[in-house]
């Protein structure tokens, strides 16, 4: 995690990697970044690696009310490296 900028332009960025749990046990490596920027509506998805065979992407409401969705449990490969999504929160 890290945040850059200064107020009211930050950026908080969040990356993570980890292994996707498979049932042949091949576990593959998982690794994204998601940045948010501070005022805005929109938020940054970059992935790392490939993958994300059964995942929904996309943003939601605290309220649940609305949505916006990439993709919903995509097969067998839903991102691919070097992948960047930009969505916008419309609620």
Known sequence: ???T???PHRKFTVSWQGHLFSINNTNPLVAAQVTFAEGSQTVVYVYGLNGGSGATVGIQ???QLSFTQWECNGNPTTVFSGEKLTLTHSG
């Open 1 to 3: 995690m890290r945040t």
């Open 61 to 63: 409401s605290k309220q």
């Open 5 to 7: 900028g200064s107020a």
